[in-house]
């Protein structure tokens, strides 16, 4: 036996003993990791699952907020039933798909406007200025302000009477009389669209900002000897390296805006020119006290959420693995 | 090509003067080195040129015109940045066609020159590839060919070998010599790496505190310091200072005595100084070698081996460390005590405020032979 078969001889027990200790030394993390991660699976079933399981399960029932006690499974008839040959439930029901159609119309426009101005005012605050600081603590103030109070604030100023926008706008001219901006049916669309662009523009900055940060600063001065016009660098060489966080931002809000509720209910309350789907569902269980029927049209506002955020996903996926081909 | 001239150019940051009235006079064709320590302001002078940064005051002229107002693509320069500064979301081929794309040339046009340009810097089977997917120095011949596209009147070159490993840093320092003997083209090129301005340089400008110390070609620099600054930056291990006393002026030279040492004669226009002056020995560690006969003596404190030569460290009387290097394997000893004998022709003599002293002709014409 030559001095290195022993080595091998003497060393290869240890080996396989080591193996089973590391074995050892994963089955334990993994269970520390299990039980660092317990508590908020425990919180987010309280908070979250529970309550999306029971809506989805009352969506089944006839369930009704005066007496709960006597609720009975019905099967898919909230959604779909026949009766003497008529119709009803949520997928025939014309409002339902008025606020399907309020909340998509809603999320494309001031999604889209709060993208292009969000890119704006981030192009703007990525540059080098004397009181950088202050202007991007203050373009984040319609952010910090509570949706309720600045939609509260900005029915104030929309008021037929009493608001100061007719005030002005007709102050220089330019409407002859006040306009009812939140009850009229042409104008109350957008005037919840305005205020949600007013309001939510400074997130899509600060996202855009963050993503803008991360370039790195050579490749400008390569494309500045190059002689490359600034508009040109801007979609070619800026807008394809942010796209990863630009695909990021508009997922957030577009989430946010299909459930939008809080500024549509106090600009324009249960109106069916702007009732979104969060809307409906309230009016169902609240006013209408219909547990049952509104818990489906909650469970259905899931689905639609789930469905459009899954393909914005796939598509932006898609657009990411061409990329790194 | 084109020549470049800096009539007393200076830049201010702020109340800060980085770049402090900086004249020079660039041929066409000329291969010049920015060298100097970091924060030297040597490439703030280079992005000068490339008219990244706004000059404060003085004169740039390219072909003898004033562009001091001009931007970069009017300057008709262009630049390769240490971080090759690739757009990594466009191939090869892309990202040296970019700046090409608005100067209107036709496709055919702009695929040619590419294409030319790939064959010169071998990137040919790369070309459908992104930035991310090549190596360090793949990367480099790419901004190296996005500068050659455009054929501009000057190349820029802004540390372009840093961030490559020793290995590579060799190989693209000779495609880079190659490149410009094939071009005649004008470059200028920054680097804090003495052995790229020595090998690369038709001329250094050695560049210290916002100031030029010198300007010469590699060997002026090496064999003709003008102070002791150019001194101890030119040349690997760097020069080593001994405080000196003048004993006795020679008509071959200046007799110094290196304190608690023996005498030496340098051979250098000693009539501004007179006898008792504190001045500076400098001696390179490739002109000294262990003599049991030599004037200076020390203790050697450590021995580097690199195989084809090696270093003593040795501390001298006075507690100063000087480093020798002698080829091949050290004879002396760590602890041991040793002489030190230098070249007497290739001694430097610096005056208290660190200016050279005057080498006298005829033992320059010596070291020439000797060298």
Redesign the interface.
Known sequence: MTPTDAAVHKTAPPTRAARTERSDLTSSRLRAAFLFLLPMMTVLGVVAGWPLVRTIWLGFTDANLVDLSVTEFIGIENYYAVYDGEAFGLLVDPEWWNAVWNTLWFSVISVSLETALGMAVALVLNLQFKGRGLVRAAVLVPWAIPTIVSAKMWSWMLHDQLGIINELLMGVGLIAEPIAWTANPDTAMWAVIMVDVWKTTPFMALLILAGLQMLPGDIYEAAKVDGVHPVKVFFKVTLPLIRPALVVAVVFRALDALRIFDLIYVLTSNSTTTMSMSVYARQQLVDFQEVGYGSAAATLLFLVIALITTLTLMAGKVNLSEDSK | MASVELQNIIKDFGSTRIIQGVDLKIEEGEFIVFVGPSGCGKSTLLRLV???EDISGGDLLIDEEVVNKM????RQ???V?Q?Y?????MSVFENMA??LE??GGSKEDIRRKVMDAAQILELEELLER?PKQLSGGQRQRVAIG?AIV?NPKVFLFDEPLSNLDAALRVQMRIEIAKLHRDMQATMIYVTHDQTEAMTLADRIVVINKGRIEQVGSPLELYHRPANKFVAGFIGSPKMNFLPAEVVELLADGVRVKALDSGSVVVPVEGSQLSVGDRVSLGIRPEHLAVSATGPLSGTVEVIEELGESHFLYVRMGDGELITVQGKGDAKARRSEKCNLQPVDAHLHLFDAGGVALPLLQQHEDKAKALA
Do not use: C, D, E, V
């Open positions: 490339a008219g990244l931007s970069p693509k009017q320069i262009a630049m940045f971080s500064a690739l757009y990594p979301h970019f700046g608005l100067a992104k996005r455009r």
